[in-house]
């Protein structure tokens, strides 16, 4: 019988790699921000960020229109994020997924200890985004963006730690910044995404905007507390290991880039540009968390 693919003694790590490039296809489809930054991480690290926000990113696909867009129903979407929860959560427990996303999660939440906690407190605020389109509070934005974006960076630090000992008050320390960071990135793509939110998906995320969208005041207030986290985790990077915090801070370097653009903006023009930084910007400002990151450590 004709075998269009030979064997090999063990076909296991073959699948492993093909899942893993299945994850770097989904991250490079939607983000090219991402793509560069995770560059900057070491092999491992990156290849284990990957694997978490390919699920990330389907999660998003589930709520964000794409199975809308497909033809489910409400109560389909809202069934087919419920089983994807599971599934991710069941994930890490099987050595072979037949779904090449779920089987290099798998392999990354049991390497890094991806909490369960985390990933329900991710799936939840995910599912607040079917029944829930305008924040009034501070409250619940600030629960959302637990879930939807604090919990990420919890979970990326558990892969920048793996094998490197810290103390408990350090830990401490990191996973404040981490919240901090992701808050950060959250508000951020809030403000870049303003007129896709409300124009086409129907949310409003933050409690300053009224049906004119945001005053140029509460934008101030909104850009001064981005600066405030993302100071906060900047002040803890220096203890991240080398073969994280290269990527990191390019990363925090890319969405002060981003901030910066959209302080320079009247709010009133939000709803209708949405802010991005430049292939050659954003090279550049690679190459300087690279000298960045390498000055810190003689």
């Known amino acids: 019988m004709f075998r269009l693919f030979t064997h090999t003694p063990n076909p296991l790590p073959r699948y492993d790699n093909g899942a893993g490039r299945a994850a770097e296809q989904i991250i490079a489809a939607y983000s090219t921000s991402f793509s560069l930054a995770s560059q900057m991480l070491s092999p491992q690290t ?14 998003d696909e589930i709520v964000d229109g794409a199975a809308a867009a497909a033809g489910l129903s409400p109560q389909e979407v809202q069934e087919t994020l419920d089983a994807y929860e599971q599934a991710v959560l069941q994930a890490p427990h099987r050595r072979f997924h037949t779904d090449p996303i779920l089987h290099s999660y798998g392999l990354s939440a049991r390497r ?9 407190a991710f799936f939840a605020s995910m599912r607040r985004d079917l029944h829930q389109s305008v924040y009034s509070t501070t409250a619940e934005l600030n629960q959302y963006v637990y879930g939807s974006a604090e919990v990420i960076g919890l979970l990326c630090l558990d892969a920048f730690l793996v094998g ?25 793509n809030f403000l870049r995404d303003l007129g896709a939110d409300t124009g086409q998906l129907g949310r409003s995320y933050f409690p300053q905007a009224g049906s004119a969208g945001l005053s140029a005041e509460s934008k101030d207030e909104l850009i001064t507390d981005i600066r405030a986290d993302l100071a906060a985790a900047r002040a803890v990077m220096d203890q991240l290991p080398l073969t994280a915090r290269v990527g990191v801070i390019a990363a925090t370097d890319l969405f002060e ?5 959209i302080a320079a903006l009247p709010a009133r023009a939000l709803p209708t540009k949405r802010v991005s930084v430049s292939i050659p910007r954003k090279l550049a400002l690679l190459l300087r968390a690279t000298v960045k990151s390498l000055r810190r450590t003689r």
């Open 257 to 261: 880039a981003l901030t910066d653009d």
């Open 112 to 120: 890094c200890g991806f909490k369960d906690e985390h990933i329900q």
């Open 164 to 188: 490197q000992p810290v103390s408990s008050a350090q830990r401490r320390e990191l996973e404040a910044g981490a919240r901090r960071l992701g808050a950060a990135f959250q508000k951020v």
């Open 46 to 59: 990156r290849t284990d960020i990957r694997n978490l926000y390919a699920v990330v990113r389907i999660s």
